[in-house]
C-alpha cells in the first residue's frame, strides 16, 4: 500500500464547477500536511497547509481527518487557471528532520 | 539571483556513463533534497542534507551518490546510470527541521538514459 494515495483522476469540470480531491495516508506519525499544486511538470509549489481545524483561502478549503487518516480539497468556482496536477503531501519524521511524501497526484482539467 | 536552480536542466545520456546534476540555493537553507518523479509514483526521495556534510537516505537512493561540503550545493551523482533512472528530478530546500516549513523546488532537470 502506498504511504499517501490518491484518485489520479483526470476530473474534467467546467469553469465555475466545484470540485473535491480526497487523499488518505497510511503513516499514524505523521503530523502535517499539504497540498501542492503542479503544473506541466514544473516544479511542485505550495498551494495550501492542513490544518486540523480545516482551513480556506479564497476558493480553497482544504480538510483533515486524524482519525480516518484522510484528507481533502475542495475547489470553489472553477477556473480555467486552476488546470494543473494536486499533490497531497505528508510530513513525517526521519532521522533528521521530517521529509515530505507525495501522493501521485490527481489532473484537474477545467473547460470553458 | 536569488532561489534554487539546477542544472543542466535537460540532458541525454548512455547507460553506464557517471553524471552529475547539480543544485544550488541562494537562501542558505539548511536542509536539501533530492526527489525523483516518475509516471504513477508521484516525487520519491532520494537524498536529503540536513547541513553541510550531514546526509541521509531517502526512500530510493540506490544507483546515487550525493556530498555536500558547501550549505549552498547539493549535487546529485549517477555514479553508472541506467535506463531505469530515466526520470525528472527536483531539488528541494527548507530552512529547519520543522515540520510545518515549506520546501521550495527548483525547476527540475529531465534526464533521459538510452
Known amino acids: 500500500r502506498k504511504e499517501v494515495e490518491q484518485d489520479p483522476g483526470p476530473f474534467n469540470v467546467p469553469e465555475g464547477a466545484t470540485v473535491a480531491f480526497n487523499c488518505t495516508y497510511s503513516?499514524?506519525?505523521?503530523?502535517?500536511f499539504f497540498w501542492y499544486r503542479q503544473d506541466c511538470r514544473k516544479e511542485p509549489k505550495l498551494l495550501m497547509s492542513?490544518?486540523?481545524s480545516g482551513n480556506e483561502d479564497g476558493r480553497f478549503t482544504a480538510q483533515l481527518n486524524r482519525a480516518s487518516q484522510y484528507i481533502s480539497l475542495l475547489i470553489r468556482d472553477s477556473k480555467l487557471s486552476d488546470s494543473a496536477t494536486y499533490l497531497c503531501?505528508?510530513?513525517?519524521?526521519?532521522?533528521?528532520?521530517?521529509?515530505?511524501?507525495f501522493g501521485a497526484g490527481t489532473i484537474l482539467r477545467v473547460k470553458s | 539571483d536569488a532561489g534554487i536552480t539546477q542544472s543542466p536542466r535537460y540532458k541525454i545520456t548512455e547507460t553506464g556513463r557517471q553524471v552529475t546534476l547539480m543544485c544550488h540555493q541562494t537562501?542558505?537553507?539548511?536542509?536539501m533534497f533530492w526527489y525523483r518523479q516518475d509516471l504513477g509514483h508521484g516525487l520519491r526521495l532520494i537524498y536529503y542534507?540536513?547541513?553541510?556534510?550531514?546526509?541521509d537516505k531517502g526512500e530510493v537512493p540506490d544507483g546515487y551518490v550525493v556530498s555536500r561540503s558547501k550549505t549552498e550545493n547539493f549535487p546529485l551523482t549517477l555514479e553508472s546510470a541506467t535506463r531505469s533512472q530515466t526520470s525528472v528530478y527536483f531539488c528541494?530546500?527548507?530552512?529547519?527541521?520543522?515540520?510545518?516549513?515549506?520546501?521550495?523546488f527548483g525547476p527540475g532537470t529531465r534526464l533521459t538514459v538510452l
Open positions: 492542513v490544518y486540523s
Open positions: 503531501v505528508v510530513n513525517t519524521p526521519m532521522e533528521y528532520g521530517n521529509k515530505l511524501v
Open positions: 537562501w542558505s537553507h539548511s536542509y
Open positions: 503513516n499514524s506519525a505523521s503530523q502535517s
Open positions: 542534507s540536513a547541513a553541510a556534510d550531514i546526509t
Open positions: 528541494a530546500s527548507t530552512a529547519g527541521p520543522s515540520q510545518y516549513n515549506e520546501q521550495f
